[in-house]
């Protein structure tokens, strides 16, 4: 990657494609963080686009200087290192955690909308990532940058022809709701962003070392966060013309079904790609950590790690990412919060 004169853009998609996963890419998280306060949930949105942007781009740069090879560094130099060892251990295991919520929205995607078996879907997840694994930094990047421009394609195309061309949008949505108007969309917005950017350092710290100067961090951390937001914005809208959202687990694929038929099946696969890239970038960083434990072949640690998430996928998709989400994203504001009054190192440390 350091030879590449796309760095900027690569490491953009791979932000998104990290950030991206099971809950951001069929609605359910969008649903569960952002749409269900009302329009206020848009100004939730700027919020962790913000957060995304500036403090995706301090915590690489923060990597850089102290040369972190995985996230266990970062968190040391973080939180010390007597607390940093207890957050490295919270956060794998909410690594485990979310991976298995990823793992069971390919199997919703399959049951709830190709009307097959949801096991199916989830051991063929497996089967891919083992086969992309194996090709270790390289078929990391080749996804993300295959998939996420798709993504930015058919977003805008669905946003366009669910919501630009809806024919009411003076709607009972858009009326202000007092009760969805307080400041849990704040919390909420916060929480979001603080648990993407804690899941985010396991792929963008050992990423973060791979480029040839901070300009190119800054840039692709300004691009990536600017298209997350985006697509965030676009993804929100379209579902405000679905009803009864809150009851669907892929609204996204219900939204695009209805509007825009012809490519529903293109938008299933980009949903399940956009799974892929966060599931694999999961993998990834977790593979660096249990490394400096266990020095044992990287497949059979991927090949553990999967078949936990899997056993733990079994529980349901919905019920996974809703109890799951919101927990990890309030403990994960302490991350946020020490990321953001922590200074960054001097550049004399890369002398």
């Known amino acids: 990657m350091k030879h590449s004169g796309n760095s900027t853009i690569q490491l953009s998609f791979v932000y998104v494609g990290t950030v991206v996963g099971a809950g951001f890419a069929t609605g359910k998280e969008i649903v569960e963080f952002f749409l269900k306060f ?37 968190n040391i130099f973080l939180f ?32 709830e909308q190709l009307h097959t078996s ?24 080749g996804v993300n940058i295959l998939v996420v421009p798709m993504l930015m394609l058919f977003t805008m195309i669905v946003f366009t022809d669910s919501f630009l061309f809806y024919e009411d949008l003076g709607s009972q949505f858009w009326v202000v709701d007092l009760e969805k108007s307080d400041v849990g969309w704040i919390v909420s917005a ?39 937001t985006v697509i965030l914005l676009c993804s929100f809208l379209a579902m405000t013309t679905l009803p009864d959202t809150l009851f669907f687990d892929v609204p996204m694929a219900h939204v ?10 293109i938008y299933l696969l980009i949903i399940f790609g956009e799974i892929f890239t966060s599931v694999i970038g999961n993998i990834y960083g977790m593979e660096k950590q249990i490394r400096k434990y266990v020095n044992i072949n990287r497949i059979v640690i991927y090949c553990m790690i999967l078949g936990i998430a899997y056993c733990i996928s079994l529980v ?36």
Do not use: W
């Not at 949930?41 to 690489?60: A, H, P, Y």
């Not at 740069?61 to 090879?69: E, L």
């Not at 350092?201 to 840039?219: C, G, H, N, T, W």
């Not at 695009?256 to 099946?265: A, K, N, Y």
């Open 38 to 74: 009302g329009p206020a949930g848009m100004l939730g949105i700027l919020i962790s686009g913000i957060m995304f942007t500036f403090l995706g781009s301090k915590m690489m740069i923060i990597s850089r200087r102290i040369r972190a090879a995985s996230y266990r560094e970062l």
């Open 80 to 111: 010390g290192k007597t607390i940093g060892p207890v957050v490295n251990g919270f956060l794998l295991l909410i690594l485990f955690g979310v991976t298995s919520v990823l793992l069971s929205g390919a199997g919703a995607i399959f049951k």
């Open 118 to 141: 949801a096991h199916f879907g989830i051991l063929l997840t497996i089967a891919i990532c083992l086969l992309v694994l194996s090709r270790g930094i390289n078929g990391l990047f």
């Open 190 to 228: 916060i929480s979001y962003g603080a648990f993407n950017l804690s899941l985010a350092q396991a792929v963008l710290v050992p990423v973060a070392s791979e480029l040839e100067s901070e300009k190119q961090i800054k840039a692709g951390a300004y691009l990536g966060g600017g298209i997350l």
């Open 256 to 265: 695009v079904q209805i509007s825009s038929g012809s490519i529903h099946m």
């Open 316 to 351: 349901g998709y919905g019920k996974l990412l809703t109890a799951i989400y919101p927990l990890f994203g309030n403990v994960s504001i302490f991350f946020v919060l020490f990321l953001l009054f922590k200074k960054i190192p001097d550049n004399s440390v890369l002398k």
